[in-house]
Nanobody, 128 residues
């Protein structure tokens, strides 16, 4: 069973930094990507950043140049280094497992049941 858990949220002042972590378990021998999303009350969950199965990285325009995503496959841990935080970054941050983009569905390393698993979220609050 796949489990995904975020940590590292907290409260900082504008201009500060936080480092979020996402630990995933139950993915032994699976090919997968991971992504970060965030959500504020009353709004839809929005994409923040992703790292795919060949380590290609994408960012939302709103965080480019300030956030850095990385992951350690040996530990199944993904991190999001957030610098130059602004109040608009305040949100609940979630991580998610993603299906691989660069392999055939059903091939070796494809773990259908492992994909699109969400964590419970970690709160980030940035004060002005």
């Amino acid at each position: 069973q796949v489990q995904v858990m975020e940590s590292g949220g907290g409260s900082v002042q504008a201009g500060g930094s936080l480092r979020l972590s996402c630990a995933a378990s139950g993915l032994t021998s699976c090919k997968y990507g991971m992504s970060w999303y965030r959500q504020t009350p009353g709004k839809e969950r929005e994409f923040v950043s992703a790292i795919d199965d060949i380590e290609k990285i994408t960012y939302a325009d709103s965080v480019k140049g300030r956030f850095t995503i990385s992951r350690d496959l040996s530990k199944n841990i993904m991190t999001l280094q957030m610098n130059s935080l602004v109040p608009e970054d305040t949100a609940m941050y979630y991580c998610k497992t993603d299906p691989p983009l660069y392999m055939a569905r059903g091939g070796m390393g494809w773990c259908e049941e492992a994909y699109n698993s969400w964590g419970q979220g970690t709160q980030v609050t940035v004060s002005s």
